[in-house]
C-alpha cells in the first residue's frame, strides 16, 4: 500500500488554481522525483502534503490515513519531513542545535521533568544529543567537530543545505519531501548529493519525493518520475518514459511556432 | 589584510586642518538644543538641588555641560577598521569641539535671554522663569551669559575632545576617575551606611549637603584614576574571563562571580538601613518580574505589553484569599496555603490570554497583550466587581508570610529582602534550567522561523502557551509577595506604565538573558526608580520615565542586544559582523577545514 | 531496497499512536467559545436595554441620539488619528507607539495658540480667524514632531528585525510625553470655551446638534476629501502609495523613498493636528497624558478599518467611536451592570482584541507592503 498518496488534489491562491486533481502515490522505500517548468505548483505541492497550507478538495493520505487540514508539526510528528526551496534553518542557533530541534517532535521531556532534571531527562537529552550527532556524521566530515558548535549561518551554501536535510532527518521521518536539494550547487556537489540521496533511502530507509530541475539527478536517483505543469499532471513514468514524452518535452520548451496561419 | 591605504576623510573626522563647517554647525545646534531642552523641562532647575561635589558642581549643571561634553567627544571618534591605524588625534579636533561648544553656549544664552525678556509665559510653562534665568546665566545676568555660557561649553567640549591626545590608559584612568567621583557621590546613602557599618565615620568625605567635598572628590578621583591605570587588567580581566568561549575558564569565574554576589547578597540587607533595603526589596520585585517577561519575551519571541496583569493577578488572589475584610471568600487562608492557589490562577491567565493570540503577528500580539492588561486593571477597579475586588478602595489588611514563626511584611524589611532574593533565585534557576532544555530550543527555534520551526514538529501551541503560562507564574510570584508585603493591593500599582518599565528591564539589560536581566532591574530600579518607588537617585523624580524611554531609544538605537547580552542575541543583531569574522579566521582548536575531501569548502 | 518492516517496531507503534492523535485542535473550540460568548453577551444586552428603554427607564430617546451624535463626533477624530497609525504601518511595517504623542502635542501646543489669542480678545471677537489659527498651530507642530521622530528614531532602524522599531516607538512616546510633562507640567490646561458662534445647538432635520460636535464631523469630512485628493490625484500620493506597495520597486522606478517616506509621516502628522483641534473642540482639557488612550484606540480603529486603508481607516474610527460610546449603556447597561461607562476603555479595549483576534485583516480589507503580506 503506498505509504504516501494524494488523490484529486486541489488547491488555489487567489484565482490560480496552482493544483488541479493531481493524483500521486509513492510506495514505501521508493524515490520519485516531481518534475515540470517554473510556476508548475511543485511547491505548492508540497506546501499542502507537510501541512503548510489546507487543500481546497481532494486527499493526502499518509499510510492510509487522511492527513489533510492538520498542522505541519502534527504532519511532521506522524511521520513527513520537508526542506525548503530557499534553504530555511534557524541561523542564529548553531548546527548542533538545528539538528537537536528536528528531534523535538520525537522526545517529551516537559517544563517540570526539565527544571528539575530527572534522570529520565538526562537521558534523553543526552540521546537527542547523540543521535544529532550520528545524523550529522551521515554528511562526513562536513558538519562535525568544530562546526557543531557554529552558528548556522556562517556555513556555505552547500553545507546549509545538507544542514537542512539533517534537521529533516532528525524527525525520524518515514517519508523526506526534498524541495530542489541541489539548486545553487556546482556539478561535484550534486554529484555528491545525488549519491548522499541514494544513501538516504538505502542506509536510513526512508521514501523520498524530491523536486528538481537538475535532469541528471533526476535521472541518477528516481525510481519514476512525476511530471507536473500549471497544476495538472501531465506525465509519469521512469526517467526514459517522461523524458521523450511529447506533452513533457512542450511544457519545458512549447510547441514549435505554427507560422502557416501567421501570414 | 596588510592594507596601507591611505585614509581618505573619513566621516569620523578630518584629516588636515579642514574645518567642517557643516558638521560643527549642526553639532553645536545640537548641544544648543540639548542645552536649551535640558532647561526648559526644569531639569536644569531640578537636579539642581543636589550638589555633586560641594560647593562648586551641582547636578543641574553637570547634566546641562554634559551636552557639550558629548558634543565634544563627536568629533574624536574613530571608526575602528580592520588593519587600519585609527587617525591620530590633532588640534583640528579639539579647535572644532571648542567652536561646537561655543555655538552651543550662544544658543543656551539666547534661550536664557528670551526667557528674561517674555517672563509671563509661567502660566503654560511652569519652568520658565526668573529663576531658571538666574540659573542658567549662572546667577551673572543675561548680558555676562553670553560671555560666560560659551566659553565655559568651549572648555568643556575642548577637554572632552582634548583626551584623546593621551594615551588609552591614562584616558580610561581619567574617565573612570570622574565616574567614581559622581558615583560615590551620588550614591552617598549606600556608602555612608556602608561605613556606619564599619563603624568608620568618612567625616572629609560628605558634607552636609550629602554631596561630597573637595577634599573627598580628589581622594576618590586620585583612587580610583590610580587603580584603573595601575590595574588595568582589574575589570577588562574578569568580563573577558566571564565571556570566554574556553568552557573551564568560563565555569570557574562566573562560580566566583556567583560566590562573591551571593556573600554580598547575603551580607547587604543586614547593614543597609530601612529605607535602601525598601529599594531593594523593589529592585527585586521588578527582577523577578523581569525574569517572567524574559522567558515570554527573550525565550519565545513574543512581545506581552501587558504583563502586569499577572502580577495583578498573583496580588489580587493572595488578598482574596487571605485578607479577613475580603468581601466575598471567607475562611481566611495563610499566604503559603494560599499560594498553589495563586500559582493556578496564574497558568490559569496565562493560557487565558495566551490562547487567543497564538496565531497573531508580532505586533499585533503586542497591542493586544496591552489590551487585555488594560482590561484586567479596569475590571479589577470598576464598581461592577467591586463586590469581590474592592474597586477603588482595593484590598486591604492582607497579612504578611509566616515563616520560622515570624511574620514577614512591611515592618520587616530584612526578612522581606531575603523573602524577595530567594525567589528571584528560583525564578532564575528555573529560566536557566528551561533555556538549556528541549523546550528552550523549541522556544529559540520558534523565535528565529516560526513557520519553519512548526514545520520540523514544533508544536508551536504548546510551545507559546507554555511561554506565557511560565511567565504568569513568575509573575505569580512578585504578585503574592508585594500583597504580603505591602498589606493592601490597589490598581494603581498595575497600569500599563508598569509593563512598560518590565520590558526596558529586558531590553535594556539583555533580552534573554538571565544575568542581563538582573543587572538591568538592579541598574534602572536601583538608580532611577520604578515608576512609583524612588531609586538612589531621588532627584529623578518626575523624570525618570522620562529617562526610561530615551533609554529605550537609545539602546535600540545603539545596542539593542542590551548591557550584558547573550552571546546569541549578539550574533542575531549584528550577523554582518559575525560572519565576516567567521570568515576571516578559524577557531584556534582547528587546524583549518580539516576535511576529508581535498579542498572542498566552497564559500 | 529496503521497506520499512526492517525498521525496529517500537517506531512503528509510536507512529500508529501519533497518527492517532491528529485531531481537531481545542484551540478552534476555545476560539468558537469566545464568539459564542460574545455574541450572546451583546444579545442580552441589546434585549436588555430595550426593555428598559420600553419601560421608560434610562435614557430617552433624545438621550440616545445625543450620545449617538457624540460618539460619531468623536469617531470622526478617532478616525483622523487612525489615518497615522495606518499609513505608517501600511509603509513601514510597524505600529508607531508615538503617534499618541504626536497628537497630543498638537493639542498642547495648540492650546497655547488659543490662550493667548483668547487673552487678547481675538477669541470671541474673530471665532473662525481664532480657530483657523489654532488649527494650523497644532498641524503645524503635530507634523513637525512626527517628521522630527521618523529622522531621529526610525530611519536609523529601517530593515531592523521587525519588533525593534516598535519597541522604539514606545521608547518614543515615554520620552515625548514626559518631555511635555517636564515643559507644560503635570496639571490639565482648559481650552477656552467654544466662541458663542459654535457654543450652542444646531437643529437638523428636527434634531438639536451640539454645534461643536457638527464642526468636528464637517471638519473630519473635509479633512477626509482632501486627503483623497492628495493621495489619489498628485504625485506625491501616487509616490505614497507605490512605496506602500513594494519599497524597493519604487526605489527602482525612481522614487525618493526617504523624501516619500517622510511625507507619510507629515501628512499622518497633519491629520494628527486637526484630531487635535478636534479634541479641543470636543473635550476642551489637555495635558501630557492626552495622547496615550486616544492613540491606542485610534490604532485599534485603524485595524478595524483595515490596516494601510485609508478609508477603512476613517470607517474604522466612527465604527470605534459608536462602539466605545454606545456599546456600554447599550449593552452592558442592557446587562444590569453598574456604573457601565467606566468601562468604556474596556469596551473599546475588548473590541480590539475581538478585531485581532477574529478578523485581523479590519473589515475593510488590509493593504499591506509586499514585505509584509503573508
Known amino acids: 500500500?503506498?505509504?504516501?498518496?494524494?488523490?484529486?488534489?486541489?488547491?488555489?491562491?487567489?484565482?490560480?488554481?496552482?493544483?488541479?486533481?493531481?493524483?500521486?502515490?509513492?510506495?514505501?522505500?521508493?524515490?520519485?522525483?516531481?518534475?515540470?517548468?517554473n510556476g508548475?505548483?511543485?511547491?505548492?505541492?508540497?506546501?499542502?502534503?507537510?501541512?503548510?497550507?489546507?487543500?481546497?478538495?481532494?486527499?493526502?493520505?499518509?499510510?492510509?490515513?487522511?492527513?489533510?487540514?492538520?498542522?505541519?508539526?502534527?504532519?511532521?510528528?506522524?511521520?513527513?519531513?520537508?526542506?525548503?526551496?530557499?534553504?530555511?534553518?534557524?541561523?542564529?542557533?548553531?548546527?548542533?542545535?538545528?539538528?537537536?530541534?528536528?528531534?523535538?517532535?520525537?522526545?517529551?521531556?516537559?517544563?517540570?521533568?526539565?527544571?528539575?532534571?530527572?534522570?529520565?531527562?538526562?537521558?534523553?537529552?543526552?540521546?537527542?544529543?547523540?543521535?544529532?550527532?550520528?545524523?550529522?556524521?551521515?554528511?562526513?566530515?562536513?558538519?562535525?567537530?568544530?562546526?557543531?558548535?557554529?552558528?548556522?549561518?556562517?556555513?556555505?551554501?552547500?553545507?546549509?543545505?545538507?544542514?537542512?536535510?539533517?534537521?529533516?532527518?532528525a524527525t525520524e521521518p518515514q517519508v523526506l519531501l526534498l524541495d530542489e536539494p541541489?539548486?545553487?550547487?556546482?556539478?561535484?556537489?550534486?554529484?555528491?548529493?545525488?549519491?548522499?540521496?541514494?544513501?538516504?533511502?538505502?542506509?536510513?530507509?526512508?521514501?523520498?519525493?524530491?523536486?528538481?530541475?537538475?535532469?541528471?539527478?533526476?535521472?541518477?536517483?528516481?525510481?519514476?518520475?512525476?511530471?507536473?505543469?500549471?497544476?495538472?499532471?501531465?506525465?509519469?513514468?521512469?526517467?526514459?518514459?517522461?523524458?521523450?514524452?511529447?506533452?513533457?518535452?512542450?511544457?519545458?520548451?512549447?510547441?514549435?511556432?505554427?507560422?502557416?496561419?501567421?501570414? | 589584510m596588510t592594507a596601507t591605504v591611505a585614509p581618505a576623510a573619513t566621516p569620523t573626522g578630518t584629516t588636515g586642518s579642514t574645518v567642517d563647517l557643516a558638521r560643527v554647525i549642526r553639532v553645536g545646534t545640537l548641544v544648543g538644543v540639548g542645552m536649551v531642552y535640558v532647561s526648559v523641562i526644569g531639569l536644569l532647575a531640578t537636579f539642581n538641588r543636589r550638589l555633586v561635589i560641594d560647593p562648586w558642581l551641582s547636578l543641574g549643571y553637570l547634566v546641562l555641560f554634559a551636552a557639550p561634553m558629548f558634543g565634544g567627544l563627536q568629533f574624536i571618534k574613530r571608526e575602528k577598521l580592520e588593519g587600519l591605524e585609527p587617525e591620530p588625534a590633532s588640534i583640528n579636533d579639539v579647535v572644532q569641539a571648542a567652536i561646537v561648544g561655543v555655538i552651543g553656549g550662544l544658543i543656551a544664552a539666547l534661550f536664557a535671554t528670551i526667557v528674561n525678556t517674555f517672563p509671563d509665559v509661567r502660566s503654560v510653562f511652569p519652568n520658565w522663569s526668573p529663576e531658571l534665568v538666574e540659573l542658567l546665566t549662572l546667577g551673572l545676568g543675561v548680558g555676562p551669559a553670553f560671555l560666560v555660557l560659551p566659553a565655559i561649553s568651549a572648555v568643556v567640549a575642548a577637554a572632552a575632545a582634548g583626551t584623546s591626545f593621551l594615551p588609552e590608559r591614562m584616558r580610561k584612568a581619567l574617565v573612570v576617575g570622574l565616574l567614581a567621583v559622581v558615583a560615590v557621590s551620588l550614591f552617598q546613602p549606600v556608602v555612608d551606611d556602608f561605613f556606619d557599618w564599619l563603624e568608620v565615620v568618612p567625616d572629609f568625605l560628605y558634607t552636609p549637603t550629602r554631596a561630597i567635598g573637595v577634599p573627598g572628590a580628589i581622594a576618590v578621583f586620585v583612587l580610583a584614576a590610580g587603580l584603573s591605570y595601575f590595574r588595568p587588567r582589574g575589570k577588562n580581566g574578569l568580563t573577558r574571563r566571564l565571556g570566554s568561549e574556553d568552557e573551564s575558564v568560563r565555569r570557574r569565574s562566573t562560580i566566583i562571580t556567583a560566590v562573591i554576589v551571593g556573600v554580598a547578597m547575603i551580607a547587604l540587607p543586614r547593614f543597609l538601613g530601612g529605607i535602601l533595603n525598601e529599594l531593594l526589596v523593589n529592585v527585586g520585585f521588578f527582577a523577578l518580574m523581569a525574569l517572567g517577561l524574559n522567558v515570554v519575551i527573550g525565550y519565545a519571541g513574543l512581545l506581552d505589553l501587558g504583563y502586569v496583569a499577572f502580577f495583578a493577578v498573583g496580588a489580587y488572589t493572595t488578598g482574596v484569599l487571605t485578607s479577613p475584610l475580603s468581601p466575598t471568600w471567607d475562611p481566611m487562608l495563610t499566604w503559603w496555603q494560599a499560594f498553589p492557589i495563586v500559582l493556578a490562577m496564574a497558568a490559569l491567565a496565562g493560557l487565558f490570554v495566551g490562547t487567543p493570540v497564538l496565531r497573531m503577528r508580532g505586533d499585533y500580539l503586542a497591542i493586544v497583550t496591552l489590551g487585555f492588561g488594560e482590561i484586567v486593571r479596569i475590571l479589577l477597579l470598576s464598581d461592577w466587581l467591586a463586590p469581590y475586588f474592592g474597586g477603588a478602595q482595593g484590598l486591604r489588611n492582607i497579612p504578611g508570610i509566616p515563616i520560622f514563626g515570624t511574620t514577614v511584611n512591611v515592618n520587616t524589611p530584612q526578612l522581606m529582602v531575603y523573602m524577595v532574593m530567594a525567589f528571584v533565585l528560583i525564578a532564575a534557576f528555573i529560566s536557566w534550567r528551561l533555556e538549556n532544555s528541549r523546550i528552550g530550543r523549541a522556544w529559540a527555534a520558534m523565535r528565529e522561523d516560526e513557520d519553519v520551526a512548526e514545520a520540523v514538529g514544533v508544536d508551536t501551541v504548546k510551545a507559546k502557551l507554555t511561554a506565557f503560562i511560565t511567565g504568569a507564574v513568575i509573575a505569580s510570584f512578585a504578585g503574592a509577595l508585594f500583597a504580603a508585603k505591602v498589606g493592601s493591593v490597589f490598581t494603581n500599582?498595575?497600569?500599563i506604565l508598569v509593563s512598560i518599565v518590565i520590558l526596558v528591564i529586558v531590553i535594556v539589560g539583555g533580552m534573554g538573558n538571565i544575568p542581563g536581566v538582573l543587572v538591568g532591574a538592579v541598574v534602572l530600579i536601583g538608580i532611577l526608580g520604578g515608576p512609583a518607588q524612588p531609586g538612589l537617585l531621588q532627584e529623578f523624580g518626575e523624570y525618570k520615565l522620562l529617562a526610561y524611554g530615551a533609554l529605550l531609544v537609545f539602546m535600540m538605537l545603539k545596542r539593542p542586544e542590551g548591557l550584558v547580552p547573550s552571546k546569541r542575541r549578539q550574533r542575531e543583531l549584528h550577523q554582518d559582523e559575525f560572519s565576516q569574522d567567521a570568515w576571516l579566521d578559524r577557531t584556534p582548536s582547528a587546524p583549518g577545514p580539516s576535511v576529508a575531501e581535498p579542498g572542498r569548502e566552497t564559500f | 531496497m529496503t521497506t520499512t518492516d526492517e525498521r525496529p517496531p517500537a517506531i512503528e507503534e509510536k507512529r500508529k499512536r501519533e497518527r492517532k492523535a491528529l485531531r481537531l485542535s481545542w484551540v478552534d473550540l476555545f476560539l468558537w467559545g469566545i464568539r459564542v460568548a460574545a455574541i450572546i453577551v451583546i444579545l442580552w444586552g441589546l434585549i436588555g436595554s430595550i426593555q428598559i428603554f420600553a419601560s421608560g427607564e434610562g435614557l430617552t430617546a433624545a438621550g440616545w441620539r445625543d450620545l449617538i451624535v457624540s460618539s460619531l463626533a468623536q469617531g470622526a477624530m478617532y478616525g483622523l488619528l487612525a489615518l497615522g497609525y495606518s499609513m505608517v504601518y501600511g509603509v513601514l511595517g510597524f505600529i508607531n507607539f508615538a503617534h499618541g504623542e504626536v497628537f497630543m502635542s498638537g493639542t498642547l501646543v495648540g492650546f497655547i495658540a488659543a490662550n493667548w489669542l483668547f487673552e487678547n480678545g481675538v477669541w470671541e471677537a474673530n471665532p473662525f480667524l481664532s480657530m483657523f489659527i489654532v488649527l494650523i498651530v497644532a498641524m503645524v507642530t503635530s507634523t513637525l514632531i512626527a517628521v522630527t521622530i521618523e529622522k531621529v528614531a526610525y530611519r536609523p532602524l529601517r530593515g531592523a528585525p521587525r519588533l525593534i522599531p516598535l519597541i522604539t516607538s514606545i521608547g518614543m512616546s515615554f520620552f515625548i510625553q514626559y518631555s511635555f510633562a517636564g515643559l507644560f507640567g503635570v496639571g490639565f490646561n482648559t481650552y477656552p470655551p467654544p466662541p458663542d458662534v459654535i457654543a450652542g445647538t444646531v437643529d437638523i432635520f428636527g434634531?438639536?446638534?451640539?454645534?461643536?460636535?457638527?464642526?468636528?464631523?464637517?471638519?473630519?469630512?473635509?479633512?477626509?476629501?482632501?486627503?483623497?485628493?492628495?493621495?489619489?490625484?498628485?504625485?506625491?500620493?501616487?509616490?505614497m502609495r507605490a512605496v506602500a506597495e513594494d519599497k524597493e520597486i519604487a526605489g527602482l522606478m525612481g522614487i525618493n523613498v526617504d523624501r516619500t517616506i517622510v511625507t507619510v509621516f507629515a501628512v499622518g502628522g497633519a491629520m494628527a493636528g486637526v484630531a487635535a483641534l478636534m479634541w479641543s473642540l470636543l473635550f476642551r482639557s489637555v495635558s501630557f497624558f492626552t495622547g496615550f488612550i486616544p492613540g491606542i484606540k485610534a490604532f485599534t480603529a485603524a485595524v478595524l478599518g483595515g490596516i494601510g486603508n485609508i478609508a477603512g481607516a476613517m470607517g474604522g474610527g466612527v465604527l470605534l467611536g459608536l462602539f466605545e460610546g454606545v456599546g456600554p449603556l447599550l449593552i452592558l447597561g442592557?446587562?444590569?451592570?453598574?456604573?457601565?461607562?467606566?468601562?468604556?476603555?474596556?469596551?473599546?479595549?475588548?473590541?480590539?482584541?475581538?478585531?485581532?483576534?477574529?478578523?485581523?485583516?479590519?473589515?475593510?480589507?488590509?493593504?499591506?507592503?509586499?514585505e509584509d503580506r503573508v
Not at chain 1, 21 to 36: R, T, W
Request: proline share 4%.
Open chain 3, 334 to 370: 442592557g446587562l444590569g451592570i453598574p456604573g457601565a461607562s467606566q468601562l468604556k476603555d474596556a469596551v473599546a479595549f475588548i473590541a480590539l482584541v475581538l478585531v485581532l483576534v477574529f478578523r485581523p485583516s479590519g473589515l475593510f480589507g488590509e493593504r499591506l507592503g509586499s
Open chain 2, 493 to 495: 500599582s498595575f497600569e
Open chain 1, 182 to 263: 541541489t539548486a545553487g550547487m556546482n556539478p561535484q556537489e550534486t554529484v555528491e548529493l545525488t549519491e548522499l540521496i541514494g544513501r538516504l533511502r538505502s542506509e536510513r530507509a526512508f521514501t523520498i519525493v524530491i523536486i528538481e530541475h537538475d535532469m541528471r539527478v533526476v535521472q541518477g536517483v528516481s525510481d519514476r518520475v512525476v511530471v507536473l505543469d500549471h497544476g495538472v499532471k501531465i506525465a509519469e513514468g521512469s526517467y526514459g518514459e517522461v523524458s521523450t514524452n511529447e506533452d513533457v518535452i512542450e511544457a519545458y520548451l512549447g510547441r514549435p511556432a505554427d507560422l502557416e496561419g501567421a501570414s
Open chain 1, 40 to 169: 508548475a505548483g511543485k511547491t505548492s505541492f508540497f506546501n499542502v502534503v507537510s501541512g503548510i497550507f489546507n487543500p481546497d478538495g481532494g486527499q493526502v493520505l499518509f499510510d492510509g490515513l487522511d492527513i489533510s487540514g492538520h498542522t505541519p508539526s502534527q504532519i511532521t510528528t506522524a511521520g513527513i519531513a520537508r526542506t525548503f526551496q530557499n534553504v530555511r534553518l534557524f541561523p542564529n542557533m548553531t548546527v548542533l542545535e538545528n539538528v537537536m530541534v528536528g528531534q523535538h517532535c520525537r522526545t517529551s521531556s516537559g517544563v517540570f521533568k526539565s527544571i528539575l532534571r530527572t534522570p529520565s531527562q538526562k537521558r534523553e537529552e543526552a540521546e537527542i544529543e547523540e543521535n544529532a550527532k550520528d545524523i550529522l556524521a551521515f554528511f562526513g566530515s562536513r558538519l562535525i567537530g568544530y562546526r557543531l558548535d557554529q552558528p548556522a549561518f556562517v556555513l556555505s551554501y552547500a553545507n546549509r543545505r545538507r544542514l537542512e536535510i539533517a534537521r529533516a532527518m
Open chain 3, 207 to 239: 434634531l438639536q446638534i451640539r454645534t461643536t460636535q457638527l464642526t468636528v464631523i464637517i471638519i473630519a469630512m473635509i479633512s477626509m476629501i482632501g486627503l483623497w485628493y492628495f493621495v489619489t490625484k498628485t504625485k506625491s500620493g501616487r509616490a
Open chain 1, 1 to 37: 500500500m503506498p505509504i504516501l498518496e494524494t488523490k484529486g488534489l486541489e488547491k488555489a491562491f487567489g484565482g490560480v488554481r496552482a493544483i488541479q486533481g493531481v493524483d500521486f502515490s509513492i510506495e514505501p522505500g521508493e524515490i520519485v522525483s516531481i518534475i515540470g517548468p
